[in-house]
T-cell receptor
Framework: AQRVTQPEKLLSVFKGAPVELKCNYS??????LFWYVQYSRQRLQLLLR??SRESIKGFTADLNKGETSFHLKKPFAQEEDSAMYYC?????????????FGTGTRLLVSP | SQTIHQWPATLVQPVGSPLSLECTVE??????LYWYRQAAGRGLQLLFY??????ISSEVPQNLSASRPQDRQFILSSKKLLLSDSGFYLC???????????????FGEGSWLTVV
């Protein structure tokens, strides 16, 4: 079964501080991992996916299969990063694969 | 470009009344369609998904049902609402856009349902 765990409900940091949002997963096959973000009054949207190996808005996330983790990191947090962040997992196979989300972490960046 | 719309944005319904939330996708064909419920402390729970017209898969037993009468239309329904049906409902779609995977999901604006 697919499972995603985000242990922190709330992460509060000061502007300029480093940020790490934790995500651990459980999946027997080859996973595909995503981070979604929901800013205040906006729809939930894709932030980044591990397969693209990209940095979006200064955020990066590396898939660690040994630790089954996909933590989201940013070296210097900005106030506009305050939002709800969801980690998500899908199976990496051909055909339809449903996406399973974690419970989310609210990031609050204070000035 | 692809867009997704769902309505109504907010809804207040009495217990025992019916429900119909609608969702449409434009700019793509044969999308995978989803209904999620977002609850505080529970994250995003997948309720239903559909890979084609008339094909509905239910993820959790509940008081709700879903239908897909057209390729780009997805409807969430209930015959008799319960208080526990209150929540934020999200419609979403996915499709093979970039050749890497069809698993990137795009969400609608969401619908707040309050059952009183």
């Amino acid at each position: 079964a697919q499972r995603v765990t985000q242990p922190e409900k709330l992460l509060s940091v000061f502007k300029g501080a480093p940020v790490e949002l934790k995500c651990n997963y459980s999946y027997s096959g080859s996973p595909e991992l995503f981070w979604y973000v929901q800013y205040s009054r906006q729809r939930l949207q894709l932030l980044l996916r591990h397969i693209s190996r990209e940095s979006i808005k200064g955020f990066t996330a590396d898939l660690n299969k040994g630790e089954t983790s996909f933590h989201l990191k940013k070296p210097f947090a900005q106030e506009e990063d305050s939002a709800m962040y969801y980690c998500a997992l899908s199976g990496r196979r051909t055909g339809f694969q449903k996406l399973v989300f974690g419970t989310g972490t609210r990031l609050l960046v204070s000035p | 470009s692809q867009t997704i719309h769902q309505w109504p944005a907010t809804l207040v319904q009495p217990v025992g009344s019916p429900l119909s939330l609608e969702c449409t996708v434009e700019g793509t064909s044969n999308p995978n369609l989803y209904w999620y419920r977002q609850a505080a402390g529970r994250g995003l729970q997948l309720l239903f998904y559909s890979v084609g017209i008339g094909q509905i898969s239910s993820e959790v037993p509940q008081n709700l049902s879903a239908s897909r009468p057209q390729d780009r239309q997805f409807i969430l329904s209930s015959k008799k609402l319960l208080l526990s049906d209150s929540g934020f409902y999200l419609c979403a779609w996915s499709g093979l856009l970039d050749g890497l995977s069809g698993n990137t999901i795009y969400f609608g604006e969401g619908s707040w349902l309050t059952v009183v």
